[in-house]
């Protein structure tokens, strides 16, 4: 058996393929429990995550033939939930690079991502009331915050499927590429948050992601470690030195 996630390393970046071209990379749990493994590498060596599908699709959902056994306490347990959340929570930014279909439980994946591009044959949206059973791994609370109540509520409660130019009017992904140019666009985001400070990037992640009650205490505190720090005293020398020669 194939390993169901490809990962390639750099310094300061993993790309993480979902390989289950088979199977429209759908997601099971040997797919989960290499997330897991692969957060727990990310959260000892933060790095930018880009995710991405082999075989021209992202994920086509959950595994239908694994969900289709699990009962009760396995919803409980949430065990798609709890890895793309986990995904989310990562101290670098997530890209998801999103190809063909991202439905479902895969679609539950490109929300937990921070910026998401795609190309034009982008097909995403979470069909599972026609299932059966509800999208319980973060659309109900993600998708929401990414696009608002109104258009999160068409979605999930419809079940339909957005295309590219919709995702984008919507804000669900921030830009669509020729599938030949869509790793490199997301490897240039990469590029770009490699090029600021690591620390900043991760405090400023944080940020976004605590509830607005925290705010601006959490602002605060962040900007006050950073304030401290030699690579703020650096990076603000220099561009002064630039300024001055200009």
Same mark, same amino acid.
């Given at each position: /058996?194939?390993?169901?996630?490809?990962?390639?390393?750099?310094?300061?970046?993993?790309?993480?393929t @979902?390989?289950?071209? +088979? !199977?429209? $990379?759908?997601?099971?749990?040997?797919?989960i429990?290499?997330?897991?493994?692969?957060?727990?590498?990310?959260?000892?060596?933060p790095?930018?995550?880009?995710?991405?599908?082999?075989? *021209?699709?992202?994920?086509?959902g959950?595994?239908?033939?694994?969900l !289709?056994?699990?009962?009760?306490?396995?919803?409980?347990?949430? #065990? $798609?939930?709890?890895?793309?959340?986990?995904?989310?929570?990562?101290? /670098?930014?997530? #890209?998801?690079?999103?190809?063909?279909?991202?439905?479902? *439980?895969?679609? +539950?994946?490109?929300?937990?991502?921070?910026?998401?591009?795609?190309?034009?044959?982008?097909r #995403?949206? $979470?069909?599972?009331?026609g299932?059966?059973?509800?999208?319980?791994?973060?659309?109900?609370?993600?998708?929401?915050?990414?696009?608002?109540?109104?258009?999160?509520?068409? @979605?999930?409660?419809?079940?339909?499927?957005?295309?590219?130019?919709?995702?984008?009017?919507?804000g669900?992904?921030?830009? #669509?590429?020729?599938?030949?140019?869509?790793?490199?666009?997301?490897?240039?985001?990469?590029?770009?948050?490699?090029? $600021?400070?690591?620390?900043?990037?991760?405090?400023? %992640?944080?940020?976004?992601?605590?509830?607005?009650?925290?705010?601006?205490?959490?602002? *605060?505190?962040?900007?006050?470690?950073?304030?401290?720090?030699?690579? %703020? +005293?650096? !990076? /603000?020398?220099?561009?002064?030195? !630039?300024t001055?020669?200009?």
């Amino acid at each position: /058996m194939s390993d169901p996630l490809l990962i390639e390393r750099r310094d300061d970046r993993v790309l993480a393929t @979902l390989h289950r071209p +088979e !199977r429209r $990379n759908a997601i099971d749990l040997a797919t989960i429990d290499a997330l897991h493994a692969l957060c727990a590498e990310l959260e000892a060596d933060p790095r930018t995550l880009i995710l991405t599908g082999a075989g *021209g699709d992202f994920a086509a959902g959950a595994d239908i033939a694994q969900l !289709r056994e699990r009962r009760a306490d396995d919803a409980r347990r949430g #065990i $798609n939930a709890t890895a793309f959340l986990r995904v989310a929570e990562l101290p /670098m930014p997530v #890209i998801a690079a999103l190809d063909g279909y991202a439905l479902g *439980g895969g679609a +539950e994946l490109a929300y937990a991502a921070d910026i998401r591009i795609a190309t034009a044959s982008l097909r #995403i949206g $979470n069909p599972e009331t026609g299932l059966g059973i509800l999208a319980a791994a973060g659309a109900t609370w993600c998708l929401p915050e990414i696009v608002g109540h109104a258009r999160a509520a068409d @979605l999930l409660l419809t079940g339909r499927a957005l295309g590219a130019d919709d995702a984008l009017a919507w804000g669900l992904i921030s830009a #669509i590429h020729p599938p030949e140019q869509l790793l490199p666009a997301a490897h240039a985001l990469a590029d770009r948050i490699a090029a $600021n400070d690591p620390l900043a990037t991760r405090h400023t %992640k944080r940020a976004l992601r605590a509830p607005r009650a925290e705010h601006p205490h959490i602002d *605060g505190e962040l900007q006050a470690e950073l304030f401290e720090s030699p690579e %703020k +005293e650096r !990076r /603000m020398t220099a561009f002064l030195d !630039r300024t001055d020669r200009s």
